[in-house]
């Protein structure tokens, strides 16, 4: 039997070393493409900024002089923002490597699923803090945002949520053929959960079947935890859980069902 480079026993996975040298190849590939950095770093400003001028400032009793901006509007922003990122963003880069052969080379090597879809995670990641980073700086200085009662539990929602939205992504990632279906799938599952999750016009104007659906998606459990977060109130369990396993079954499925070639 001929050997290929599929079929030849592979040494030891790489350690973290190359790990990290994969994560910074790909951050400096992503930084180059300019247009690239609109989404994930531009979108949240704009996002913010608008939907800012457009709401009332009034204030919400019972929350610490927080305004609906801060209280809904943000909450949901962000977690827009993220879906959009992972689900849509993320994928097609990797969809594109697909096409162009660089995932037939690295087939050859002893880089394994994990180390390529969690190099694409990192990276993203990374963009998605600057932009969100960059939209709440905005939005402290410009509309007078209170910020979080629990900045703790803040953060580890943000992080849990980005965690399930990547994990959707590198499912999306790992079978799409081409940039474009990469692109097609995402926004169809984008959509499909800012649906059911209140994107538009707020879950509680869902029917209550659909916003019980809704409640267990990771978008609808991600701006419910992020708002129960903010205001320092107890995070619902359901929605943790409803985060925290399409996390884990996201990863699973994704390096089940990842190929290396189209």
């Keep these: 039997m001929t050997a290929t480079g599929y079929d030849i026993p592979r040494p030891k996975a790489p350690g973290i070393r190359a790990w990290t040298q994969l994560t910074l190849a790909e951050m400096r590939t992503v930084a180059r493409d300019t247009a690239g950095l609109i989404v994930p770093i531009g979108m949240p400003s704009l996002f913010l900024i608008v939907n800012g001028m457009a709401v009332s400032g009034e204030t919400l009793p019972g929350t610490g002089g927080r305004s609906v901006l801060e209280v809904f509007v943000l909450p949901l922003m962000l977690v827009m923002v993220i879906a959009l990122v992972g689900v849509v963003n993320m994928p ?30 990192i990276t993203s990641f990374v963009q998605t803090a600057v932009g969100i980073g960059i939209a709440t700086t905005i939005s402290f200085l410009a509309f007078d945002i209170v910020g979080p009662v629990d900045v703790a539990a803040t953060v580890g929602v943000l992080l849990l949520v980005c965690a399930a939205m990547y994990a959707l992504g590198m499912v999306v ?56 977060a903010w205001l320092g109130e107890p995070v619902p369990g359901s929605a943790l859980i409803a985060l925290a396993a399409v996390a884990v079954v996201g990863s699973v499925v994704s390096m089940r069902l990842f190929r290396w070639r189209r």
Excluded at 103 to 120: E, I
Excluded at 182 to 210: R, T
């Design 173 to 228: 990632a790992a079978v799409s053929p081409t940039a474009n279906a990469s692109v097609a799938i995402g926004l169809v599952a984008f959509f499909a959960l800012g649906a059911v999750g209140g994107l538009f016009g707020g879950a509680q104007n869902l029917p209550d079947v659909v916003r019980t659906i809704g409640e267990w998606t990771p978008f609808g459990a991600g701006v419910t935890a992020l708002q129960h």
């Design 92 to 121: 097609s880069f990797l969809a594109t490597y697909r096409k162009e052969g660089l995932l037939t080379r690295l087939a050859a090597t002893p880089v394994r699923p994990a180390m390529v879809l969690g190099a694409q995670v």
